[in-house]
């Protein structure tokens, strides 16, 4: 009786057992399975039913796959939504994941060519700050070689027996060759290259920069030549050797960058033909490698993730090189291991930062959420109006497919009365909306952008630091009423004049400039930036007659020393203020012009000379509580030719307080009228003794209590100087 339980109890479970393309599934997964406990028996007999699992594993995906496919088609795609929804799937998700890889890829490649062209840069920049030097040097070597008497500047320094190059950051080596002979000229602290090859003893146009190979090294070479007197040629070779401290250079900010040695044109150099044929001969590439990973020059350093985005990019480019043995060019890898933080990082720099920034990142965010939640609604609605869809299903499929190719100007043919026609009729309102909200989302963005980017522009105007002078204080501040402004300030220090060589720091006076352009918004901060870099200029042109002196004067200038601005020129403000005229009047439009006061500080006598072209007349007020008004001068500056403007002086009395500004300053009004001077000169008076940036902000502070909840009507502009 138990038998025959046990019996029907195996038939029962043998009945359910599947039939057919599913039995034979189901009994190819179990021998499957067990197969894959026979495989761990050792010796042959594993590797006897390795094979057989392989077999099998391959007959169960062939059996499977057409399962598969039948069950998705018999429960999956039955009804007309579900075949919706996923066409709608296959047509949106796949053009995404392509378009996703492709974006993804170019910017993989895009992000290894610009971290290439980086490191490409820096060493071209090099080489060049090599080659100016040796251009500036070489007529001195061959003064020294042909035996000139030199000037005492250049004897009483030392560098009559070598042109030395060593104030570099970077230490080069120079080295002298007269018909390709060497002498005793130049500078040898380090590795160079050996001897001058024949194709450079006289090289064409008489110079030469570049990237060279010599034997195993490579150098980063300028050579400049100039023919003696006695005929012979002359030739002044800089190298630096390209080493971890030269590579350090070149990969800082961007990772870790790697040079390697070895030629890649057929005209290999014996070295390099010997060494291969010797790899070749051993047959192993481990050590052909291990060969190229020695023959290298590697700086930098790998730099963490900044988060799980920021993948390791690795890149691999040529740079062309030339052979020091026979001047053939060629080329040899370059290898950068880079991020894209790295890479964002040097592409945009400062600009990172910022509330604008984060504004954008913001409204980035909000925007791709807003994109989601409209793709899921358009889902969400899909499906539910999917049993209605008949004959306006080939319409809507046409139209999705015309709407994701980016054609929004296709419309659906409307023709009957029905909720399927209002639904079309809804589509083509829906895509005609989005067609003029991306319009007009793009024209917001581009001119966001101008904006965001004449702000910054505009902001560099501005003087960054300002430096007071032991005599005066200054301090001056501009609030635009825009993104950006009409208004101009600038102090510009002078220092004392550079003699025998020697700078000096000492200031001698102050320029102080204050104006106001006609207009606002981009016109008026463009003029600006105009009148900015016209006054800069002038103030600029005595340092630039320094600097051209003579030779001698331009090979021993440092021009990132301060001593060669004098202030001659800007002691005459009327004479500056008729240049602008005349530079405005024909370089912008007639309706177009600016006020502007200019003035000049004399540190030793506290003399200020000044001149007015139609601004707002700055004030000075005394400790003794009298006021005088700087008003002398003349009209506007850019709307007539040929105007002349008047000059005044006066001596700075200890205490005294010199405020220039705005009409953005005194005329915000209220209902109780305009600010007005008289209240400005109240707040001043009322924190006099206050450092300026205090008095400065007891002034903003006033006049935003004066405007209330209202809008700034102007742009705001105010400087102090105090006598100390």
């Known amino acids: 009786m138990q038998t025959g339980k046990e019996t029907s109890r195996l038939i029962s479970i043998l009945q359910k057992v599947p039939r057919g393309l599913p039995g034979a599934v189901f009994w190819l997964a179990v021998w499957f399975c067990f197969l894959f406990l026979l495989r761990l028996i050792p010796g042959t007999t594993g590797a006897f039913f390795t094979v057989v699992q392989i077999l099998v594993g391959i007959a169960l995906g062939a059996t499977a796959i057409p399962l598969f496919v039948r069950f998705v088609r018999q429960r999956m795609l039955w009804s007309l939504r579900n075949k919706l929804v996923v066409t709608y799937l296959l047509i949106g998700l796949a053009p995404v994941v392509l378009f996703v890889t492709l974006v993804l890829i170019s910017a993989y490649v895009a992000a290894g060519q610009f971290a290439i062209h980086l490191a490409d840069s820096r060493m071209q920049e090099e080489v060049a700050q090599m080659s100016s030097d040796n251009g500036h040097r070489v007529e001195l070597a061959v003064r020294i070689a042909q035996g000139d008497q030199l000037p005492a500047a250049i004897l009483s320094r030392g560098e009559v027996t070598a042109i030395d190059l060593s104030r570099r950051m970077i230490p080069v080596e120079s080295s002298v060759y007269i018909n390709g002979a060497p002498t005793m000229l130049g500078s040898h602290r380090g590795k160079t290259p050996l001897g001058l090859p024949p194709w450079a003893s006289e090289i064409k146009g008489g110079q030469f920069s570049g990237l060279v190979l010599d034997g195993a090294d490579l150098y980063l070479v300028a050579i400049n030549q100039r023919r003696m007197n006695d005929g012979r040629m002359l030739s002044l070779v800089t190298s630096l050797i390209v080493d971890k401290q030269v590579m350090d250079m070149i990969s800082a900010g961007l990772g870790r960058a790697q040079l390697f040695t070895e030629r890649l044109g057929a005209g290999d150099s014996k070295n390099d033909q010997a060494s291969r044929a010797q790899s070749s001969s051993a047959g192993s590439q481990f050590d052909e490698r291990r060969r190229r990973r020695e023959n290298s020059v590697t700086g930098g350093m790998q730099i963490p993730a900044a988060n799980l985005a920021d993948i390791q990019v690795h890149f691999l480019s040529t740079l062309g090189v030339t052979d020091w043995s026979n001047g053939e060019r060629d080329n040899v890898l370059i290898k950068v291991d880079s991020r894209p933080s790295l890479l964002y990082n040097q592409l945009f720099g400062s600009s990172l930062g910022g509330l604008v920034t ?131 300030y600038d102090f510009l220090i002078f220092h004392e004049a550079a003699h025998n060589g020697h700078v000096s720091r000492m200031e001698t006076g102050v320029g102080i400039a204050i104006g106001d352009i006609s207009g606002k918004g981009i016109s008026a901060a463009l003029l600006m930036a105009t009148l900015h870099s016209a006054v800069r200029a002038y103030r600029f042109a005595s340092e630039e007659l320094v600097f051209s002196e003579s030779a001698v004067a331009g090979l021993l200038a440092n021009r990132d020393d301060m001593g060669a601005d004098c202030d001659e020129l800007f002691q005459s403000p009327g004479r500056i203020l008729s240049l602008l005229n005349r530079h405005l009047y024909r370089s912008t439009q007639p309706e177009k012009y600016a006020t502007l006061f200019l003035a000049h500080y004399d540190s030793k006598s506290a003399l200020l000379t000044y001149s007015n072209a139609g601004q707002l007349p700055p004030l000075v007020l005394g400790r003794d509580g009298s006021v005088r008004r700087l008003d002398r001068g003349g009209t506007v500056v850019g709307l007539m030719d040929g105007m002349r403007y008047e000059e005044d002086r006066f001596q700075m009395r200890p205490g005294d307080i010199l405020v220039g500004y705005s009409d953005g300053v005194t005329e915000p009004e209220n209902d109780f009228g305009e600010f007005g001077e008289e209240r400005m000169i109240e707040v001043i008076r009322r924190y006099r003794d206050e450092p300026l940036h205090v008095i400065s902000s007891q002034v903003m502070q006033a006049l935003d209590a004066w405007i209330g909840a209202e809008e700034q009507p102007d742009d705001i502009t105010l400087v102090l100087a105090r006598q100390v």
Do not use: W
């Open 358 to 488: 984060d504004a954008y990142k913001t409204g980035l965010v909000v925007l791709c959420l807003l994109f989601a939640l409209l793709e899921l609604v358009a889902l969400v609605m899909a499906i539910r109006l999917s049993r209605t869809m008949t004959a306006s299903v080939s319409g809507l499929y046409e139209a999705t497919q015309r709407i994701d190719q980016g054609n929004f100007s296709h419309r659906i043919a409307v023709t009957r009365q029905d909720q399927l026609a209002e639904l079309s009729r809804s589509f083509n309102t829906m895509t005609g909306s989005l067609q003029r909200l991306l319009e007009e989302q793009k024209e917001k963005e581009r001119l966001q952008n101008e904006l965001s980017i004449a702000q910054e522009v505009q902001a560099n105007l501005f003087p960054r630091q300002i430096t007071s002078l032991p005599t005066l204080e200054l301090h001056g501040v501009c609030r635009p009423a825009r993104s950006v402004s009409g208004d101009y």
